[in-house]
């Protein structure tokens, strides 16, 4: 089976010797998909390591569309389970059995995932290509589901319908960087690493040879994304996320809906950005908008007039984190 | 909830007096969607009476597309439980839902399609606002499993690598048409039953009055449709589909391919057109293209050779079958 598509090209350049850290959206309408917008689903990637939240219907054609290869994603994390969030999965997985995947794929999501997928494949009388491993999440705690060298993922406690989380991925602290036009052309490599970690090189006697400052610059920072989606208003979340670069908040309603929002368990745009602004974030993307509208401008307008810095999730788009 | 879909406009002028007879395209892809082609679906029209048959990934994305409103569909026929046919399902009756349904949908497919969609329903809390059905079909027999005034719909067994049927949709006999120019104006209900029934209309003393085939034409046509996907190509379905007016049967390859059809359990598309001719039918509808095809005119082609009466499934297209 051949591979139709290519890997993306990234629209926006990324500086030299800084690390992607990019969120594309696939997906940003709630429920029913309308005015040519579908169900969530979001591609973020960090350095090399590509990861799916959420999966809607339709995101595999969408990943097609805006040519992300669905065996670059290892991780895939699914809030909830009310359909808008998750329906795309067994196709996604099916594809990439028929594409011939062997690489693992591991699934995050709450209880009845795995129940619905191996009902699905058993039906299918599939035997998939490559392992396919689930991890149940608890909803009702913070908990680190994935860790790798880089970075981590938690949970976020999420007030919905059903149980929900959303997910905080964060960079790991970083080591300081060499000032290459500094350093003795002769430096060891045990130099090189103490340098690193912000340790002076010292001689044999302990007598500083090279004072840290003087030979290194500062960590680049270590850049978070929390994804939360979907939720009521509730402050509590204000301490989950507080200082991180990019919250996607929910933002399904406008405030004059706020009763219905409310009901619904979901959110107003002006709900989502007094929760940008109390937890202190660099940046907030809106999104999972209500098929009642068409035009997003007034979602904007109504989140900046509490907070500034705030963007509109649209499909094929993305947003990149600055490691600076 | 708003209804933004109107109802679809036909694109072919259907004669006065005549029942409509309808199938449209919603997708015409194998496995994997590419080339802008979706998984199996298409939307059955009879008279007043709408059925769906498959119901892939983005079935509902393509309804909404070309104007077809989810709540005109009470009748839903899933031929098998691969990926590619029904997982579009539960996003279109959960949609159905948020649409406030009050009416009876039911759903035909095999074993597991209700242990799916139960379990589904039950993680995502649904208490679906309209009474769902299920009838689980006998994929191995010859079933009646509709039939209302007009029409009955049977299945058809299929040979494929998991339990597969495909439906045949046939219209009842009709009754003769009265030749409302030659009728006297005082003619009485019952004389008229009688007059479409074939009957001739008789005196008290048992006289004929009215010689029936002067008052009346025959009856039109009662069409058919038989859908086939998937199957592997087998010549025992012939006697199953003997000169209906529409067949659909699968043509995931090119003859090529036929070792790999074969292996498969799926067909070629010259294949697809020796059934057809082996039963008579009026016309072939191929489709399930492989996604290893972007030109299809070679699909055509090689159906022609063996039967003329051959056309492409073109997503949003339409195909009348005529009552002439």
New interface residues.
């Given amino acids: 089976?051949?591979l139709?598509e290519s890997d993306k090209a990234y629209p926006i350049e990324h500086p030299p010797d800084t690390l992607v850290f990019e969120l594309t959206i696939l997906g940003s309408n709630a429920?029913?998909?309308?005015h040519n917008r579908?169900?969530t689903a979001q591609f973020l990637q960090i350095d090399q390591h590509c990861f799916l939240i959420d999966c809607g219907?339709?995101t595999?054609?969408q990943m097609?569309k805006f040519k992300i290869r669905p065996n670059r994603i290892h991780h895939i994390f699914i809030s909830h389970?009310?359909?808008?969030h998750y329906?795309?999965l067994?196709?996604l997985i099916?594809?990439m059995h028929?594409?011939q995947r062997t690489e693992d794929l591991h699934l995050y999501g709450?209880?009845?995932?795995s129940?619905?997928l191996t009902?699905?494949l058993?039906?299918?009388?599939t035997r998939l290509s490559y392992p396919l491993h689930f991890r149940e999440v608890d909803t009702e705690a913070r908990q680190l589901i994935f860790e790798n060298e880089i970075l981590t993922v938690e949970t976020i406690p999420l007030r919905h319908?059903?149980r929900c989380a959303g997910f905080l991925f964060r960079e790991k602290p970083k080591k300081r960087r060499l000032r290459k036009e500094v350093l003795p052309a002769d430096i060891s490599l045990a130099h090189i690493a103490a340098l690193k970690k912000g340790l002076d090189v010292k001689d044999a006697q302990g007598n500083v040879v090279m004072e840290n400052e003087a030979y290194t610059l500062p960590p680049r920072k270590s850049r978070s994304y929390a994804y939360c989606s979907d939720t009521r208003y509730h402050e509590e979340l204000v301490a989950q996320i507080r200082n991180v670069d990019l919250l996607y908040h929910e933002s399904t309603f406008l405030d004059e809906e706020a009763g219905r929002a409310s009901e619904t368990f979901h959110s107003t745009a002006r709900q989502a950005a007094a929760i940008a602004r109390m937890a202190g974030v660099e940046r907030l993307l809106l999104g999972h908008y209500s098929?009642?509208y068409k035009d997003l401008n007034p979602f904007l307008e109504e989140a900046r007039c509490v907070f500034e810095a705030s963007v509109l999730s649209v499909e094929g788009e993305s947003v990149v984190v600055p490691e600076e």
Wanted: aromatic share 4%.
């Fill in positions: 089976m051949s139709p429920a029913i998909p309308a579908h169900p219907e339709g595999q054609m097609s389970l009310h359909g808008d329906l795309g067994m196709g099916s594809t028929l594409y709450p209880v009845g995932l129940e619905i009902a699905q058993k039906y299918s009388d319908r059903i098929s009642r």
